[in-house]
């Protein structure tokens, strides 16, 4: 059975929406600010964090953040009302999986829960490392070195980066690049994907101009090649 953690400062939301997810068969916890809600996820290590985003003591964003350094995996969706494209994309490069303004349906609502739920099950076996050229990628402690040096990414570009790695050699389209690492079947464009790819490019492909790695498929999305080169697993 799944665990639900609830971060919500108002009251009556935080319980309609514990009704909700218990009345779905969901065990779930629920925390009034954003130190108290760390606190639980720490604690209980949910399978699913509902966030709000604005609260006392620890915005949503800062709590996202937070949960985002500790796990890579653990779903994140956010509520706010504010339906501004600017808090939708920088709450993904934050690493938040999905997105809701209030009022919201509770039927909206749960089908995301359950989409975002439905991508993480359908994920491969987590890779652990990743090495190509002189980079080592550490996806558990979201590290990258290059030769001697830390190269610093996002944790969109992380899990942009894992999810090409775990589909590599394949030809993958922009839209399914946006549905299956940003969590969004309507994005506003596909040029997030495109600049994704370039700064990816730049950080670590050594000619950016000439990649060899993240590849352009013309007229259809992008593909990730590693050659002789190799990934590590979990078991």
Not at 35 to 59: H, Y
Not at 197 to 204: A, E, F, G, H, V
Not at 205 to 215: Q, W
Request: some cysteine; overall charge neutral; hydrophobic content about 40%.
């Amino acid at each position: 059975m799944e665990k639900i953690l609830i971060v919500e400062d108002d009251r009556a939301t935080r319980k309609a929406l514990q009704q909700l997810f218990e009345s779905e068969g969901y065990l779930v916890e629920a925390a009034e600010d954003g130190a108290r809600g760390l606190a639980s996820f720490r604690a209980s290590r949910p399978n699913f964090v509902v966030l709000d985003l604005r609260m006392p003591k620890i915005g949503g964003q800062d709590v996202c953040k937070l949960i985002r350094k500790e796990s890579e995996d653990v779903p994140i969706l956010i509520l706010s009302g504010s339906a501004a494209e600017v808090d939708r994309v920088l709450l993904l490069e934050l690493g938040a999986d999905d997105y809701v303004t209030k009022p919201f349906s509770p039927k909206e609502l749960l089908a995301r829960v359950r989409a975002v739920l439905r991508r993480t099950r359908r994920t491969p076996a987590a890779i652990e490392h990743l090495y190509f050229e002189d980079i080592v990628v550490d996806f558990r402690r979201m590290e990258v070195v290059r030769g001697s040096a830390t190269v610093a990414l996002t944790p969109q570009e992380f899990k942009l980066l894992k999810y090409l790695s775990q589909n590599q050699d394949r030809v993958l389209s922009r839209d399914q690049l946006l549905n299956d690492v940003w969590g969004y079947n309507s994005y506003p464009s596909t040029r997030t994907v495109d600049s994704h790819i370039l700064t990816l490019r730049q950080k670590l492909e050594r000619d950016p101009s000439n990649p060899v790695h993240f590849l352009t498929v013309h007229n259809v999305g992008y593909k990730f090649a590693l050659g002789a080169q190799r990934c590590s697993q979990s078991v």
